[in-house]
């Protein structure tokens, strides 16, 4: 469902900023048809009203050093506040860590890993991950590629 506050042009500009944060005010104003104080307006306005959160590098994973993507589901012992936290706090000190989800169903998290092959695997998982109390199951799969990949969705 569309945001009602949101018109044509704001959507415009907010699909162009995904997909290149770094481009000037004036390419932008072009792009969506407006002159650059108006277009300025509009972004801050987008800023301010929480639509845009941040800006960010995209960082190549092999040339990191990190060319696989594993994700790991868990399971942890118990389902209480205090072991949630703890272990969400515990997966947002990790490095290797790029997304992490609590899910309903079978599983209570999935995590998304970039790591150095099958030894950098092992080393998340026994110096890292099952460090952290609370464990009960895991299961990874590695990805073989990435089929699309985008960082937010404009409607």
Known sequence: MKDASLDDTDR???RIL???GRISNQKLAEQVN???TPCWN???ALEGAGYITGYAAVLDQRTMGLPETVIIEVTL?????EIFQRFGDALALL???MEAYLLTGEYDYLIK???SGTEGYESF???KLYKIPGIRHSRSTFALRCLKRVHSVVP
């Open 125 to 127: 998982l026994r110096q």
């Open 18 to 20: 995904c997909s290149d």
């Open 113 to 115: 890993v970039a790591v």
């Open 34 to 36: 407006l002159s650059p």
């Open 12 to 14: 415009k500009i907010l």
């Open 42 to 44: 509009r972004v801050r």
């Open 77 to 81: 012992e118990r389902h209480d506040d």
């Open 95 to 97: 490095p290797e860590v």
